[in-house]
């Protein structure tokens, strides 16, 4: 199976490559013919204004390579068999073969020349950010890069353009010399003649050809009104120098110069190759102002003219592309930089969340009373003279019950420490559950002594607490055989409530629950007593 498809796909290939070559030969002959249509021999004396066969192989080159290098060579030999069956008088054999493999040769090696020159400088020193192609369906070549992205590779491609030609035209003149088919005279403006012939179709052409495999066509259809736009001018300036032999031929640069900006580089050399045709063949049909301004050779001129403009187009589109590029590294930097600053903020915040959370355990560290797992007497201290105030604005009251446990000094004896902290912790646990709401406070205020700070409550709420405490006490039935009151644990309370007044300091309410708490331990313990200015009240409970 894997053998069945390799083989459809070596086939599919092969397939391509021969209809590569045939392509090529088909646009070399087209491109032969295109030019034919300019020849003038009252202006030109037999020779070629614009020779495409060259340009067009170029650009063809440029993306398929050494795949079409039969079709190159075939096409060259035809299209030189065409150029000398122009001859008159015709030419002999030997002449005739020798212009022929002469002609197929320059023609093929200059495109081929162009190419290595063009991509071996491309490859070496091109910007590290010069955009690949990505693979694409129409072209199966390897991924290149475009010439025409920065000033700097489309000035090379210009120099490579306008030099590369030098080789065919010297060639194809000396030949024409040594077969005596040129007089002296004739050579030098046969040799400028045709190297701007090939010069500026490598010029005006093959950058159409290259920058079709970059277009973004996709963008382009977008765009229809501005292409009817562009094309209604250009027909326009047309008919109004090759027409109407108006001399507004410089209409063509700011034309041009607005395609570039709107419509991008490839649309721009297109103007600028219809523009080429259209003022070839009129000038060469005898028709234009370049035949009214210059009367000795319009065709160079023209040829000068149409060349300027097409330098005009790649430098302009070079500098717009490097300035889209330089405007989107500028705001792909400041993305970066924004994640950046966004990545950065997160981080902070996720720090100050962790240091506020380490601050929030330290702090409960700082007030925890280790043993208890309750508040300790520095948290107690603080927490009441902040709800002393807060209540001293509200007018509320604020009640204290201040708790000790019954004999534990003689349960330390008995049961040894160990037993003592144990106890401790199951008393602090008692006292947490019976003050209940989270505004309420139980701290351990020393030794075997807790106070239970309750804002917002009144006397009798807080007798409700000290009850609910000495029942759970005594559901629990926790032994203290060193108890001379009875077998199990028991504490004694003594309980305060005050609305706080401005005359008296917070520690006033420690002051009494304090008070009460030794009325309670001084009449029997394990009970509770309120304070009172006079006589405490007692409510003793066994």
């Given at each position: 199976m894997s053998m069945s498809f390799r083989d459809s796909w070596a086939r599919r290939s092969s397939q391509n490559v021969i209809l590569l070559n045939i392509l090529t030969v088909l646009v070399y002959i087209v491109g032969v013919q295109i030019s034919y249509q300019f020849v003038n021999s009252e202006l030109s004396e037999h020779t070629i204004p614009l020779w495409l066969p060259p340009a067009f192989t170029l650009g063809l080159f440029f993306h398929f390579e050494y795949r079409i290098l039969p079709g190159m060579i075939l096409g060259a030999i035809l299209g030189a068999i065409v150029v000398l069956n122009h001859f008159s008088p015709p030419l002999s054999v030997p002449p005739f073969l020798f212009l022929t493999l002469t002609f197929a040769f320059a023609n093929t090696i200059q495109p081929i020349l162009a190419n290595l020159w063009l991509k071996n400088r491309l490859t070496q020193k091109s910007p590290k950010n010069s955009p690949l192609v990505s693979p694409n369906p129409a072209f199966s070549g390897p991924s290149v890069i475009n010439p025409f992205t920065t000033v700097k590779t489309t000035l090379f491609f210009i120099r490579v353009a306008i030099l590369t030609p030098l080789l065919s035209a010297c060639f194809g003149t000396l030949c024409l010399g040594v077969t005596s088919l040129l007089r002296p005279d004739q050579l030098l403006l046969v040799f400028i003649t045709w190297w701007l012939a090939n010069a500026l179709a490598n010029l005006?052409?093959?950058?159409?050809?290259?920058?079709?495999?970059?277009?973004?066509?996709?963008?382009?259809?977008?765009?229809?009104?501005?292409?009817?736009?562009?094309?209604?001018?250009?027909?326009?300036?047309?008919?109004?120098?090759?027409?109407?032999?108006?001399?507004?031929?410089?209409?063509?640069?700011?034309?041009?110069?607005?395609?570039?900006?709107?419509?991008?580089?490839?649309?721009?050399?297109?103007?600028?190759?219809?523009?080429?045709?259209?003022?070839?063949?009129?000038?060469?049909?005898?028709?234009?102002?370049?035949?009214?301004?210059?009367?000795?050779?319009?065709?160079?001129?023209?040829?000068?003219?149409?060349?300027?403009?097409?330098?005009?187009?790649?430098?302009?589109?070079?500098?717009?592309?490097?300035?889209?590029?330089?405007?989107?590294?500028?705001?792909?930097?400041?993305?970066?930089?924004?994640?950046?600053?966004?990545?950065?903020?997160?981080?902070?915040?996720?720090?100050?969340?962790?240091?506020?959370?380490?601050?929030?355990?330290?702090?409960?560290?700082?007030?925890?009373?280790?043993?208890?797992?309750?508040?300790?007497?520095?948290?107690?201290?603080?927490?009441?003279?902040?709800?002393?105030?807060?209540?001293?604005?509200?007018?509320?009251?604020?009640?204290?019950?201040?708790?000790?446990?019954?004999?534990?000094?003689?349960?330390?004896?008995?049961?040894?420490?160990?037993?003592?902290?144990?106890?401790?912790?199951?008393?602090?646990?008692?006292?947490?559950?019976?003050?209940?709401?989270?505004?309420?406070?139980?701290?351990?205020?020393?030794?075997?002594?807790?106070?239970?700070?309750?804002?917002?409550?009144?006397?009798?709420?807080?007798?409700?607490?000290?009850?609910?405490?000495?029942?759970?006490?005594?559901?629990?039935?926790?032994?203290?055989?060193?108890?001379?009151?009875?077998?199990?644990?028991?504490?004694?309370?003594?309980?305060?409530?005050?609305?706080?007044?401005?005359?008296?300091?917070?520690?006033?309410?420690?002051q009494q629950a304090d008070q009460a708490l030794y009325q309670a331990k001084r009449q029997g313990r394990n009970q509770y007593k309120t304070f009172c200015s006079s006589d405490p009240v007692t409510e003793a409970k066994d």
């Open positions: 005006v052409f093959s950058p159409v050809f290259i920058l079709v495999r970059f277009e973004k066509w996709s963008l382009l259809k977008t765009k229809k009104v501005e292409l009817g736009i562009v094309l209604f001018f250009l027909i326009l300036v047309n008919i109004l120098t090759f027409v109407s032999n108006y001399p507004v031929a410089y209409l063509y640069l700011p034309l041009i110069l607005i395609t570039v900006c709107h419509l991008g580089g490839f649309v721009a050399n297109v103007v600028v190759s219809l523009a080429t045709l259209i003022a070839l063949f009129f000038t060469g049909q005898g028709h234009g102002v370049f035949l009214q301004i210059f009367q000795i050779q319009p065709l160079i001129f023209l040829q000068s003219f149409t060349g300027i403009l097409s330098l005009t187009a790649l430098l302009f589109a070079a500098l717009t592309q490097e300035r889209e590029q330089a405007r989107k590294a500028l705001m792909r930097m400041i993305d970066s930089l924004e994640n950046e600053v966004k990545c950065r903020t997160c981080e902070l915040h996720t720090a100050q969340q962790k240091l506020q959370f380490a601050n929030q355990e330290l702090e409960k560290l700082v007030n925890l009373d280790a043993l208890t797992q309750v508040a300790n007497r520095r948290w107690f201290d603080r927490t009441l003279e902040q709800e002393w105030y807060r209540l001293l604005r509200e007018q509320k009251p604020l009640s204290l019950l201040m708790l000790d446990i019954d004999y534990f000094k003689a349960y330390n004896d008995f049961y040894g420490h160990p037993q003592g902290d144990s106890c401790l912790h199951q008393v602090a646990q008692v006292l947490t559950q019976a003050a209940g709401r989270s505004a309420d406070g139980v701290a351990r205020y020393g030794g075997e002594e807790f106070a239970i700070l309750l804002p917002s409550t009144d006397l009798i709420g807080a007798i409700a607490i000290a009850e609910k405490i000495q029942c759970t006490l005594a559901h629990l039935r926790l032994a203290h055989r060193a108890s001379p009151l009875q077998p199990t644990l028991t504490v004694s309370i003594g309980i305060t409530c005050l609305i706080p007044t401005p005359p008296h300091p917070p520690k006033t309410l420690v």
